[in-house]
């Protein structure tokens, strides 16, 4: 099991953002993780990307338990955000190569992960120069700049226009090809559909449904998607 | 141990490359310390005798809030865009990020020092460029740098994080003020040696530890 959750919670202050949650993702499977705002979407992803620290249960990425073994789960995971987590002010092949320096990879690999996103030929632009989409493209280079074998993305599409997101969905794809696990957290239902292997719903802190690609293929997405949330609304 | 320092190192890269790109930090400092150096130049001009028992007072002042606006700036930068989660993200023991931090705070302390002492050596016709003098500077701005950078990640988080850090930082810095005005103010007045060293020795040991209590604390600081 690549990523294992065992009864996690965490709270912010007086509120439980996740209420004894479980959730077990195979190598290889593309997960996307929907639901309302405030379902605890991005603090199970930033648990799992060693980020925040649980409260209670058991958490396990690549078999390293969290958050004790912190560090060797970060040398196998790659996180995209809707932030780019990129310095402006440097040029896309710089901030490659400082993410390189702090992950010991070579500049080889640097020109091979831009050409991957396509900006090879904007490689010396400052980033703060680039569009909203080509910045989602270089974050991902800069996630998969370590060959990670789980790829973290959260809500990665914010922001962009139809033509950048059907980019960053060619991008993803053929990350995704390579074997890797992929988490991504969205709040479109039509794109997760096309791009996971698995849909999760999740409200109010818990997993209420887990839809294989047959499942949701088959049925209607909309109305399976508001059944989980609805029967979810149900539960304490 | 090696690609501990090369991390160090990439962090300083990352800092001077970005800073030498917009010289938006270091223009602040300097600009601001300017200021201050000429605003007390002309406050005390008429009085020779107050210039020369307060300089020591009025150099650390300068530093002491341009040091401030650049601690401010310094980890503003790694806010915008999310990239403190970025650095939280290397597979390194996250003291690095301190450390990187550190150097780089200094080095642009030390290249507005650089500026800001002949400046300040003629108007108040003072003699800073002395060995003992130098090392008070550096010893001063290193223990207000150490501090100032762990504080500023500390309230990275606020929104009134301008404001806080000021106040957070100058009660904890209070004794390297004192002891780096009193060593600088012996230097100046060419006292012996011995007569400087407990506010020498009280530089170096506050150094000590703060840099270790940052680098025990660190990781709890940058934890959500």
């Not at chain 2, 107050?50 to 601690?71: C, D, K, M, N, P």
């Not at chain 2, 500023?152 to 004794?175: H, K, S, W």
Request: aromatic fraction near 8%; hydrophobic fraction near 50%.
């Amino acid at each position: 099991m690549m990523i294992s959750v065992k009864k996690l919670v965490k709270r912010f202050g007086p509120i439980t953002v996740l209420r004894e949650l479980d959730l077990e993702v195979e190598q290889g499977e593309f997960v996307a993780l929907l639901g309302p705002n405030g379902a605890g979407k991005t603090t199970l992803l930033r648990i799992l990307a060693t980020l925040s620290k649980p409260n209670s249960g058991q958490v396990s990425v690549a078999s390293f338990r969290l958050p004790d073994q912190a560090v060797y789960v970060r040398e196998q995971l790659g996180v995209v955000s809707h932030l780019p987590l990129l310095y402006g002010d440097l040029t896309a092949d710089e901030n490659l190569a400082f993410y390189g320096r702090l992950y010991g990879i070579g500049s080889a690999r640097q020109e091979q992960v831009l050409g991957l996103v396509g900006l090879s030929a904007r490689k010396d632009d400052l980033v703060r120069t680039f569009s909203r989409g080509m910045q989602q493209r270089l974050a991902i280079g800069r996630a998969i700049l370590h060959s990670p074998r789980i790829l973290l993305l959260d809500e990665p599409h914010t922001g962009l226009d139809q033509e950048a997101g059907e980019i960053l969905d060619r991008v993803l794809r053929e990350v995704a090809l390579e074997g890797r696990t992929v988490m991504m957290t969205s709040h479109d239902l039509i794109r997760a559909a096309d791009l996971a292997t698995r849909l999760v719903v999740l409200s109010k802190g818990k997993i209420r449904a887990s839809l294989s690609k047959e499942q949701f293929q088959s049925g209607d997405l909309v109305s399976l998607y508001r059944e989980a949330i609805v029967g979810g609304e149900g539960l304490k | 141990m090696k690609s501990y320092l090369n991390a160090v190192k990439a962090v300083i890269w990352k800092d001077l490359t970005a800073e030498w790109r917009t010289r938006e930090n270091l223009t602040a400092m300097l600009v601001f310390a300017l200021l201050t150096v000429l605003i007390f130049n002309f406050a005390l001009e008429l009085d020779i005798q107050a210039q020369e028992s307060l300089s020591a007072g009025i150099l650390w002042v300068t530093f002491v809030f341009a040091g401030t606006i650049g601690l401010n700036r310094s980890m503003a930068s790694e806010k915008d865009r999310g990239c403190l989660d970025g650095l939280l993200l290397a597979p390194v023991d996250r003291s690095v990020i301190y450390f990187g931090k550190v150097i780089g705070n200094m080095i642009f302390m030390l290249l507005v020092e650089l500026i800001i002492l002949p400046i300040y050596s003629f108007l108040f016709t003072v003699p800073v460029f002395q060995p003992g003098f130098l090392l008070v500077v550096f010893l001063g701005s290193f223990g207000y740098v150490a501090v100032g950078t762990l504080l500023a990640t500390m309230v990275i988080q606020v929104r009134t994080r301008d404001i806080l850090l000021p106040i957070l930082l100058f009660p904890l810095t209070l004794p390297v003020v004192i002891a780096a005005v009193k060593a600088s103010q012996g230097f100046l007045e060419f006292l012996p040696v011995a007569e400087v060293s407990t506010w020498l020795n009280l530089l170096i040991v506050y150094d000590l530890i703060f840099i270790a209590v940052a680098f025990m604390v660190f990781d709890y600081v940058v934890e959500e």
